[in-house]
């Protein structure tokens, strides 16, 4: 079986994928042009979706692609063909999806910053911190990382309600409702996560309406994607005080611009989409356990729906 590696780490996944799977004949390349001879004769790929597109766009046909990324977004591009099986980085961001949410979670309870501030200014700061204990939690978008994202909140205390596009009864949350019941959750936690997906309906999600029915004590973390956010509704609403604060990890351009008000809105801390990288080394298990399940005609796992999109 020959694969292609299209990714900016390809010598690492070359050499993993080699050491574990001796057998296999993997090929890749940082040249472009010697990938995309190397496309046309792989019917598996393993990549990252930009690079994979842009082979895609080529003309290349791969049998089964799958992607090092939790999403797949730029392989729904207008244009592409959706004529062979694709899977995505599924069960291998959930522990550092959840430290993540933690550290800022934490740092938020404790005025980390705002200790920081004082320290700057040489002021002593001995006020009360808070702790986690009793704190509510929405986590919207309950999947395969939310899930796993609130078994690692619950230690602390926390109660975790979920979003998900159909209400269920699921442990450890307290609640897994419908999208249609964002509005009432909102206003009564402490934390709102979004974790949602690139699709037509997670568009401009979080706007002003929805921002002036947080608690202006909440702090709002968006781990998701970027278009989920209506980012002059975001600033607004922190300058009101709608919310206490906002953690960006994705925007709707990457880099953000210069000029873009995130930089210097208050209460807005940016994080440069690093919450959840990918681990080549659980990325590579993924997909050997894909691999043979293709081979054997069996179902992969995170397996995308292109009519929905992941």
Same mark, same amino acid.
């Given at each position: 079986?020959?694969?292609?590696?299209a990714e900016h780490?390809?010598?690492?996944?070359?050499?993993?994928?080699?050491?574990?799977?001796? %057998?296999?004949?993997?090929?890749?390349?940082?040249?472009? @042009?010697?990938?995309?001879? &190397?496309? @046309?004769?792989?019917?598996?790929?393993?990549?990252?979706?930009?690079?994979?597109?842009?082979?895609?766009?080529?003309?290349?046909?791969?049998?089964?692609?799958?992607?090092?990324? @939790?999403?797949?977004?730029?392989?729904?591009?207008?244009?592409?063909?959706?004529?062979?099986?694709?899977?995505?980085?599924?069960?291998?961001?959930?522990?550092?999806?959840?430290?993540?949410?933690?550290?800022?979670?934490?740092?938020?309870?404790?005025?980390?910053?705002?200790?920081?501030?004082?320290?700057?200014?040489?002021?002593?700061? $001995?006020? +009360? +911190?808070?702790?986690?204990?009793?704190?509510?939690?929405?986590?919207?978008?309950a999947g395969d990382?939310?899930? +796993?994202?609130?078994?690692?909140?619950?230690?602390?205390?926390?109660?975790?309600?979920?979003?998900?596009?159909?209400?269920?009864?699921? @442990?450890?949350?307290?609640?897994?409702?419908?999208?249609?019941?964002?509005?009432?959750?909102?206003?009564?936690?402490?934390?709102?996560? $979004?974790?949602?997906? $690139?699709?037509?309906?997670?568009?401009?999600?979080?706007?002003?309406?929805?921002?002036?029915? &947080?608690?202006?004590?909440?702090?709002?973390? $968006?781990?998701?994607?970027?278009?989920?956010?209506?980012?002059?509704?975001?600033? %607004?609403?922190?300058?009101?005080?709608?919310?206490?604060?906002?953690?960006?990890?994705?925007?709707?351009?990457?880099?953000?611009?210069?000029?873009?008000?995130?930089?210097?809105?208050?209460?807005?801390?940016?994080?440069?989409?690093?919450?959840?990288?990918?681990?080549?080394?659980?990325?590579?298990?993924?997909?050997?356990?894909?691999?043979?399940?293709?081979?054997?005609?069996?179902?992969?796992?995170?397996?995308?729906?292109?009519?929905?999109?992941?």
């Amino acid at each position: 079986m020959r694969v292609l590696i299209a990714e900016h780490d390809y010598p690492v996944y070359t050499q993993l994928l080699r050491q574990a799977a001796p %057998e296999l004949e993997v090929m890749s390349s940082g040249d472009s @042009a010697e990938l995309s001879r &190397f496309a @046309a004769q792989c019917p598996v790929w393993l990549g990252q979706p930009d690079l994979l597109a842009n082979l895609l766009r080529q003309g290349h046909a791969p049998q089964w692609l799958q992607s090092t990324w @939790a999403g797949v977004t730029p392989l729904l591009a207008d244009g592409l063909t959706r004529d062979y099986r694709l899977t995505r980085a599924v069960g291998i961001f959930g522990q550092v999806m959840a430290e993540f949410v933690l550290t800022y979670m934490l740092g938020h309870e404790r005025e980390v910053l705002a200790r920081l501030m004082s320290q700057v200014e040489r002021k002593w700061d $001995n006020r +009360s +911190s808070q702790s986690l204990a009793g704190r509510k939690v929405l986590i919207v978008g309950a999947g395969d990382i939310g899930l +796993s994202v609130a078994q690692f909140l619950v230690p602390f205390g926390v109660q975790v309600y979920g979003i998900a596009s159909r209400a269920r009864t699921q @442990a450890p949350f307290v609640e897994v409702a419908a999208m249609a019941d964002l509005d009432r959750l909102v206003g009564e936690v402490d934390y709102v996560v $979004n974790l949602l997906p $690139n699709t037509t309906e997670t568009h401009d999600l979080f706007n002003a309406e929805r921002f002036a029915k &947080f608690k202006p004590s909440g702090l709002f973390i $968006n781990v998701g994607r970027g278009v989920a956010v209506v980012d002059a509704d975001l600033v %607004e609403a922190l300058k009101e005080g709608h919310l206490a604060g906002a953690v960006i990890d994705v925007c709707r351009q990457e880099p953000l611009p210069q000029r873009h008000p995130f930089w210097t809105a208050w209460g807005l801390l940016l994080t440069g989409h690093s919450a959840a990288p990918t681990s080549p080394v659980a990325m590579v298990e993924l997909f050997l356990a894909n691999l043979k399940a293709f081979e054997a005609g069996e179902p992969l796992r995170g397996e995308v729906d292109f009519a929905r999109g992941y």
